[in-house]
């Protein structure tokens, strides 16, 4: 009966869609209020945007690019990007997302999660996991703003945020990120495992086969993806999709 | 004229959600935290999302009980709570431990999962409702139409005729009750699409 969420995530810089690969090498996708009513029409399950310049310059997400999509969104939608204080969280949420994504400051702040998630709830609260291989292969937690990994392994990371009240954790692979290679399985699998809190994939969805296996193996509750979602043939020519057979892919 | 539908506006949440899927059905309703509007309306929608505790003491704090007392169980104006608006309904909840404003009998639980790899709390996402019954509210909704869920508790009615429609997440649980004027819905119509914007459509005709 419950199934697992398509989710495509939507990457903010400079005003515009962009697309990353390995978290750089941007390219710009389109306008983001015109892909929210394009994916209305494709009754997406729920979308996800984050500003990946906020944090860097020290700003919240734009609040009234916030208000924008929530005027616009038949679906539900969480958005991310420079979240530091409570009151960040009330004006987002106030602007109409139902939920928001916390990265840069989870990891350098974590008792913020515990504030966040008792003021809004836990199911209000997103932390997004980054989560990068050293030069020795070793999986890490990558903050991305801070230009740092942190000590903790991954599953460690995301069993203290589960402690500290989040609600949902994306777990992003940020060497699979664009490269349409395949989810981190195994990664994600090991995490499901250590919480009983919502986990969503991103990084590395190639092609349906990839979600369903990420589904059947690894236990995600979440299947999130940006390459699959805005391009399209074997060109890879920019079109915002969302195959029927997506949600079919699950029965 | 047409029907005053009063969203209340007790600090709770996303009320612009509810309240943006009527401007699309090209209704217009009143939000606003002063009791006096409740007594104006003919039509009220609770909505809320955040912890229940908070949500009952901002209901005191912002004055609305009696009038929403007045309203819902002596005029028996309709009344439709959504999500966290629909656990407010019940005599209590396990969330804070505190009392519930009581208009249905029913209570308030966490989750209890035994399958904590395939069923995470909260329950997030797209999920299907069981039918339990015939009502205006349901209206041309097929039966397993598919709605979204964003909880970690959920409701246990006392009385089972007022069981509108369950939802299956390891154990059927209470997604849905009417009791005469009084409705509620566990899931979010309006992110749910058409069976959403049909089920809100629904509540206005009445």
């Known amino acids: ?251 | 004229m047409p029907a005053r539908i009063l969203i209340p506006d007790f600090g709770m949440g996303n009320l612009h959600s509810v309240e943006r899927s009527l401007h699309r059905m090209n209704v217009v309703p009143v939000v606003s935290s002063d009791p006096a509007e409740i007594k104006k309306a003919d039509k009220i929608i609770l909505p809320g999302v955040g912890h229940f505790k908070k949500a009952m003491e901002n209901l005191k704090s912002f004055n609305l009980i009696d009038e929403l007392n007045e309203s819902v169980l002596i005029k028996k104006i309709p009344v439709l709570g959504i999500c966290l608006g629909l656990q407010l309904m019940t005599t209590k909840s396990e969330e804070g431990n505190i009392s519930g404003l009581g208009w249905i009998d029913a209570s308030v639980v966490k989750f209890s999962i035994q399958d904590t790899l395939t069923y995470k709390v909260p329950h997030i996402g797209w999920n299907k409702i069981l039918l339990s019954k015939k009502s205006n509210l349901i209206n041309n909704i097929p039966d397993l139409s598919e709605f979204y869920f964003l909880h970690s508790y959920h409701l246990v009615s006392d009385n089972k005729e007022d069981i509108l429609g369950e939802t299956n997440y390891e154990y059927n649980f209470t997604s849905a009750i009417e009791k005469d004027n009084i409705m509620g819905v566990q899931f979010h119509p309006e992110k749910s699409y058409t069976a959403g914007t049909k089920l809100l459509s629904n509540f206005i005709a009445i």
């Not at chain 1, 390995?22 to 997406?44: E, H, R, S």
């Not at chain 1, 997004?128 to 890490?140: H, L, M, Q, S």
């Not at chain 1, 509750?221 to 699950?250: Q, T």
Request: glycine share 10%.
């Open chain 1, 1 to 251: 009966m419950y199934r697992p969420r398509l989710i495509p995530v939507l990457l903010l810089k400079d005003k515009g869609l962009v697309k990353s690969r390995q978290f750089k090498d941007f390219a710009y996708i389109g306008d983001p209020i015109n892909a929210v009513n394009v994916f209305n029409d494709l009754k997406v399950d729920e979308l996800i945007f984050l500003d990946i310049q906020a944090t860097k310059e020290n700003r919240l997400i734009s609040l009234d690019f916030v208000r924008k999509v929530g005027e616009e969104a038949h679906m539900p939608f969480a958005v991310g990007g420079g979240i530091k204080t409570i009151e960040d969280i009330r004006n987002i949420i106030h602007a109409g997302a139902e939920r928001v994504v916390i990265n840069s400051s989870a990891g350098l702040n974590p008792d913020f999660i515990t504030r966040a998630s008792e003021t809004f709830g836990s199911t209000t609260i997103i932390v997004c996991i980054d989560v990068k291989k050293d030069i020795w292969g070793k999986e890490k937690v990558w903050i991305q703003n801070a230009g740092k990994s942190l000590p903790n392994t991954p599953v460690e990371f995301a069993m203290l945020m589960e402690e500290k009240g989040a609600g949902e954790l994306i777990i992003q692979s940020v060497s699979l990120d664009g490269t349409m290679k395949g989810y981190d399985i195994g990664l994600i699998k090991e995490i499901a495992k250590a919480v009983s809190i919502p986990v969503v994939a991103l990084g590395g969805a190639g092609n349906l086969n990839d979600i369903k296996k990420m589904y059947k193996e690894g236990y995600a509750n979440g299947l999130a993806a940006g390459s699959i979602f805005v391009y399209y043939g074997p060109k890879k020519g920019v079109l915002l999709n969302y195959p029927e057979d997506l949600k079919n892919v699950f029965n």
